[in-house]
């Protein structure tokens, strides 16, 4: 009896081929083909496990006549077109509790040194400066700090910040009934009105792509700082430089970008860098990682772990 085959495009914890096989199924190598090659042999597969190298389209679906599933090691699901695999019965997995634990400890990081300016007290000192009052900081108690989108990554992000005295934590989600211990479901509109630290924790959709922008700004009551480890799209980067600017956004960390190419690997254009972009790179008010906030030795074991099992549930290979 032939094994089912699984297609890698994207190269994951060497778990993740060693329990498949050990469950029955066939992996087949592809970290580097081309998407033309691929499509030659896309009809075999009865598995696609991928991150973000390209976009999982109709015309691929179309193509893959056995596919059961496509595992997505990761969080979001906008690199596939989730409406026609659905209408297909093709399974779709992710894996947002693998990472979530990491994306937490990174915005806090970013936290902390954003307010305490870390990062810029660090570059002045390796360039010769030693400058204190420039570099006196702020602290998290007595703050108010909102979390937009209380999905896996928000809450755990809440978590680490249960231990901070006297900071109010709130938070904005489509979905109801999400008040816990920690935080307190709240309006967008009392956000706005009372938040002075923004966090963002919004996959992408059609709703939330260009979510934060001058109008959003401009509602803000009061001046805040800004913390996006969700996706780069969610935030209207031409805004976000003229609210700092403005002195209206008192800081930006930002290990997303607007301009990250579809499988984040780069910077599209990175040869061209325009105003906005490069005034984020130059700015003392902004903080920059090349995405990686879920990005550390412990989730990347833990998201292969995740999608091995959820693979397991469905029974493909019984």
């Given at each position: ?48 496990v991928i991150r973000s190298r390209f976009t999982i389209d109709k015309l691929i679906l179309k193509a893959a006549k056995k596919l059961k599933f496509i595992a ?247």
């Open positions: 009896m032939k094994r089912p085959k699984i297609l890698h495009v994207d190269e994951n914890h060497p778990i993740l081929l060693d329990d498949l096989e050990k469950l029955g199924f066939e992996n087949v190598i592809s970290y580097q083909t081309p998407l033309s090659e691929i499509m030659k042999s896309i009809e075999q597969y009865q598995g696609i997505r090691v990761g969080s979001g699901l906008e690199n596939i077109d989730v409406k026609y695999a659905s209408s297909k019965k093709i399974h779709l997995i992710n894996s947002p509790e693998g990472n979530r634990n990491a994306v937490g400890e990174h915005a806090l990081g970013m936290l902390l040194s954003l307010m305490n300016k870390l990062h810029t007290g660090h570059q002045k000192i390796v360039n010769g400066s030693w400058i204190r009052e420039e570099h006196r900081g702020f602290e998290l108690e007595g703050k108010t700090l909102a979390i937009i989108g209380y999905g896996n990554t928000g809450k755990s992000f809440a978590k680490k910040l249960a231990g901070f005295n006297n900071l109010k934590i709130l938070c904005y989600d489509i979905k109801s009934n999400l008040s816990d211990e920690i935080t307190s479901q709240v309006s967008l509109e009392e956000i706005i009105n009372k938040a002075q630290i923004l966090s963002l924790h919004l996959p992408q959709t059609e709703k939330t792509i260009g979510f934060f922008d001058k109008l959003f700004i401009e509602k803000m009551k009061n001046p805040f700082w800004l913390i996006n480890t969700s996706r780069g799209k969610v935030v209207v980067t031409d805004d976000l430089v003229k609210g700092l600017k403005s002195n209206k956004i008192l800081g930006a960390g930002l290990d997303v970008l607007e301009y990250e190419s579809n499988s984040f690997n780069s910077l599209r254009n990175s040869n061209k860098i325009t105003p906005s972009l490069e005034y984020l790179i130059k700015s003392d008010k902004v903080l920059l990682s090349p995405h990686v906030a879920g990005w550390t030795y412990e989730s990347h074991k833990k998201l292969a772990s995740i999608i091995i099992r959820k693979i397991k549930e469905l029974r493909l290979t019984n």
